[in-house]
């Protein structure tokens, strides 16, 4: 069982659009900012969204992420089947012992 | 472009300690800026924050696995290392190691070891 509760699994067609929503607490997403990182089959995670909101340099502008509250979204715009992976958001988590915290993780599928 | 690399055993008997290391290119863990962390992802499953350390020394784990990880930085060699005791089969894993960067904002992990499969078995 996750901190952070992402659905399983999103489906969209290419060239559409599709968000995938991280939800938390007051001690983790509400008081801390939320990286969103997408993961290929068979590789090393990769950082997409920091802060939030921001792209780290090379991540297209397809890609957008936001914060509301003690939840986050991740969006993704003209899909393309190369999108199909793995997507995981994550933040600290301000509890007693603070730590690393990370969702269980979103399938999304470009039918 | 920094590169991390995890190297050590695939293989582990249970109640064995698993160790690894992670050796760092193209930057240097004697950085104030980054704390340096290892995340493991068990098979068909998701990602599981296990600990860091700074340059300096100091660590923060994970609480569900403080009493069994141990990691350490060695600077001359611009590698840190994870060990991890009593391992049991729910221990088999990816491991990766990654940097944090750390902001006045925030922090995430912005570059990633290509992650090394370990396997807890007799």
């Known amino acids: 069982q996750s901190v952070l509760t992402q659905p399983p699994s999103v489906s969209a067609a290419p060239g559409q659009k599709v968000t995938i929503s991280c939800s938390g607490s007051?001690?983790?997403?509400?008081?801390?900012?939320v990286s969103w990182y997408q993961q290929l089959p068979g590789t090393a995670p990769k950082l997409l969204i920091y802060d939030n909101n921001k792209r780290p340099s090379g991540i297209p502008d397809r890609f957008s992420g936001s914060k509301s509250g003690t939840s986050a979204t991740l969006g993704i715009t003209g899909l393309q089947t190369g999108d199909e992976a793995d997507y995981y958001c994550?933040?600290?988590?301000?509890?007693?012992?603070?730590?690393?915290?990370f969702g269980g993780g979103t399938k999304l599928t470009v039918l | 472009q920094v590169q991390l690399q995890e190297s050590g055993p695939g293989l582990v008997k249970p109640s064995e300690t698993l160790s690894l290391t992670c050796t760092v290119s193209?930057?240097?863990?004697?950085?104030?800026?980054?704390?340096w962390s290892w995340i493991r992802q068990p098979p068909g499953k998701g990602l599981e924050w296990i600990g860091y350390i700074y340059y300096s020394g100091s660590t923060n784990y994970n609480p569900s696995l403080k009493s069994r990880v141990t990691i350490s930085v060695d600077t001359s060699k611009n590698q840190f290392s994870l060990k991890l005791s009593s391992v049991t089969a729910a221990d088999t894993a990816v491991y990766y190691c990654?940097?944090?960067?750390?902001?006045?904002?925030?922090?995430?992990?912005?570059?990633w070891g290509q992650g090394t499969l370990v396997t807890v078995s007799s």
């Open positions: 990654a940097r944090e960067k750390v902001e006045e904002a925030g922090s995430s992990f912005d570059y």
């Open positions: 007051s001690s983790n997403i509400g008081n801390n900012y």
């Open positions: 193209g930057g240097s863990v004697s950085s104030g800026s980054y704390y």
């Open positions: 994550g933040t600290w988590d301000s509890s007693l012992s603070p730590n690393w915290v």
